[in-house]
């Protein structure tokens, strides 16, 4: 598998292992800041991607902003986007895993799972049984989801979180580190401690 690379900052870094560990054949990558990577060539800015036709290859967006991660794929939409899982993840037969997506090493995906597009499920953190995570979403390293919860668009669970059975958490969420989450919270807002509690409700952009 032939696979363009979109960032180069410490994501992309993790990415890059990922991409070793599976064999692909990392062509290039792009960053509008600087070359970072001395083993791949220089696309040069993400702008100037759309304007370069690679028909044979495939892109990943490993940047950790989840906003920023959308606002890119969504310049990209010609291209197929490539989903990376390091060999050590264990994901159940029967998860479902969109495009794009992003899951680290020994991160788990447990039975009648759905993970979205351009998702981040980062290292040693878990996902249980029939949960739903959105679109552009960010489970933190060393963070757990248990059983049937849905994680909206955008959400980021800060690391070692934990997020307990059935919760419903809103679209562009902000979960603080270390908080444990055991009500639904709604769209936007920023929550943090044990029991998370909403310390800000911001106005939701997408």
């Known amino acids: 598998m032939s696979v363009i690379l979109v960032g180069g900052g410490g994501h992309a870094k993790v990415v890059?292992?990922?991409l070793?560990?599976?064999?692909?054949?990392?062509?290039?990558?792009?960053?509008d800041h600087a070359e970072v990577f001395e083993d791949y060539h220089y696309l040069g800015k993400v702008a100037e991607l759309p304007s370069v036709d690679y028909p044979e290859c495939s892109i990943i967006v490993a940047i950790g902003d989840n906003r920023a991660r959308k606002k890119i794929?969504?310049?990209?939409?010609?291209?197929?986007?490539y989903t990376a899982v390091h060999p050590t993840a264990a994901v159940a037969d029967d998860a479902v895993i969109q495009h794009g997506t992003m899951i680290m090493a020994?991160?788990?995906?447990?039975?009648?799972?759905?993970?979205?597009?351009?998702?981040?499920i980062n290292t040693n953190?878990?996902?249980?049984?029939?949960?739903?995570?959105?679109d552009f979403a960010h489970v933190a390293p060393g963070s757990h989801i248990a059983?049937?919860?849905?994680?909206?668009?955008?959400?980021?669970?800060?690391?070692?979180?934990?997020?307990?059975?059935?919760?419903?958490?809103?679209?562009?969420?902000?979960?603080g580190a270390g908080s444990v989450v055991n009500h639904d919270i709604p769209d936007g807002a920023i929550v943090f401690g044990v029991p998370a509690r909403i310390w800000k409700s911001s106005e939701l952009e997408s």
């Open 16 to 18: 890059v292992e990922i």
């Open 20 to 31: 070793r560990r599976l064999s692909c054949d990392v062509i290039g990558y792009c960053d």
């Open 73 to 81: 794929v969504g310049c990209l939409s010609k291209y197929n986007f």
């Open 106 to 120: 020994n991160a788990s995906v447990n039975s009648g799972t759905l993970v979205g597009c351009h998702v981040i």
């Open 125 to 134: 953190a878990s996902v249980d049984h029939d949960c739903t995570i959105g």
């Open 147 to 175: 059983g049937g919860v849905v994680v909206g668009e955008g959400t980021i669970v800060g690391i070692g979180s934990a997020v307990l059975p059935q919760v419903k958490i809103g679209d562009w969420v902000t979960i």
